[in-house]
């Protein structure tokens, strides 16, 4: 009886440690991870009963074919507001040059709009996460100035089929203090990728499926490997006056067979609000390939006086997410490099009148900042209970034999 008892616990251990949240294995890529906590929304038809999104928290809903879905923000008069859509079709979903999302930020009555429509479209067969924003920025001469309630709409054009997950967000970045519009745009600097050191060894990663579990990564070379379709997230510590350079790097496939993707590597980049940066891509025969980019240093004034939209997305100091991608067209997993390289002096920040950390613009805390999901936190939590269980086990069983041996 003892001993069957030590066995049932064995056995129940054993179910507890194989039963450990995301330990089975998933077939094919693994579609878009939600951030841990979203909560359930549904986008309306009529403007008015448009649900409500508020700032620091995440959304999730689905757009399906030729659907327009209305949100209601509400905003301040002195924060500068972006209202993101993560768009993240499933896995091996087909899409056209033109399949994609429209998103929008306008006034209650409709009649002014706060920026300029923005559409996410694929552009390729890959049908892998985009996201970007539409925004109201705080300037004398702008539109969309006073406080009140805005409407953020979300449209889904092109042809394809099926309902689509979308995850939204609203981060409010705290105005300036009187006198700190003053900020001026860097000069000296060149968008020319700086030379790596090639004897640096690689650090194994393992890139996230989206921006909630994005890999945080730093300066050096960094290794994984990425499977056909797929998109690899990571995320990098940018802090004000500093510069980006990346490099994605294919090995050969070893797939033993000829192909051509013309789109086989692609690299992305999107700043702290979750609005692209830049993005580059490359053909692929399963020979050695690479792909790189450069960014602006990071700076307030990008966001009114950058020259390029590339440069004005440097407008925050924070988490960068680095999006790799990989064409469904490769036949096998590939291995990948990605190098990392941060660059110039970091510099003071402008004088925010509030706590731009706070509401996601900073790296005070480096390991409290946004993209982190606390989902791994309670499969670290489950590991540690099953480890617990059979340490537990582990005891009885020692004491029963002791007993044992005594009475004998």
Do not use: H
Not at 26 to 54: C, F, M, N, Q, V
Not at 134 to 157: D, K, L, N, P
């Amino acid at each position: 009886m003892q001993w069957s008892r030590v066995g049932a616990g064995l056995g129940a251990a054993a179910l507890c440690v194989g039963f450990v949240p995301g330990a089975a294995v998933a077939e094919g890529p693994p579609d878009y991870r939600p951030a841990s906590g979203a909560k359930p929304i549904k986008g309306t038809e009529s403007s008015i009963d448009g649900p409500l999104i508020e700032s620091a928290a995440v959304y999730t809903d689905t757009i399906g074919p030729g659907e327009k879905k209305y949100y209601r923000v509400q905003l301040d008069d002195s924060s500068d507001a972006f209202v993101s859509t993560v768009v993240a079709p499933p896995s091996g979903t087909a899409t056209d040059f033109t399949d994609g999302v429209r998103v929008s930020l306008a006034s209650a009555d409709g009649g002014t709009k706060c920026s300029t429509d923005l559409s996410l479209a694929f552009g390729d067969e890959t049908a892998r996460p985009l996201a970007g924003y539409a925004s109201r920025r705080i300037e004398r001469g702008r539109s969309c100035q006073e406080a009140g309630e805005y409407f953020y709409t979300v449209e889904r054009v092109g042809s394809a089929s099926g309902a689509w997950p979308v995850e939204l967000t609203y981060m409010a970045e705290p105005g300036l203090k009187s006198g700190g519009d003053d900020q001026r745009e860097p000069t000296d600097w060149s968008s020319k990728a700086p030379a790596s050191p090639s004897s640096t060894s690689a650090r194994k990663a393992r890139g996230g499926t989206g921006f909630n579990d994005a890999e945080p990564v730093d300066e050096g070379v960094w290794r994984d490997d990425i499977e056909p379709g797929e998109s690899r997230f990571y995320r990098v510590p940018v802090a004000w006056g500093k510069q980006l350079f990346l490099r994605a790097q294919l090995a050969n496939s070893g797939a033993g067979s000829t192909f051509f993707s013309v789109y086989g590597l692609r690299l992305e980049l999107y700043n702290t609000a979750r609005g692209q940066v830049a993005g580059n891509a490359t053909g692929y025969t399963g020979e050695p390939t690479g792909v790189e980019l450069g960014t602006a240093p990071a700076a307030y004034a990008n966001r009114s006086t950058g020259k390029t939209d590339a440069v004005g997305a440097m407008r925050f100091q924070g988490w960068y997410y680095v999006q790799v991608t990989l064409s469904p067209e490769v036949p096998a997993a590939v291995p990948l490099t990605l190098k990392v390289d941060l660059r110039g002096t970091a510099r003071p920040g402008p004088p925010y009148d509030g706590d731009a950390a706070a509401a996601g613009f900073g790296l005070d805390d480096p390991s409290e900042a946004a993209g982190t999901d606390s989902t791994m936190r309670v499969v670290g939590i489950a590991g540690i209970g099953a480890g617990a269980v059979l340490v537990l086990v582990m005891a009885a069983w020692y004491y029963v034999g002791r007993r044992r041996s005594t009475a004998v």
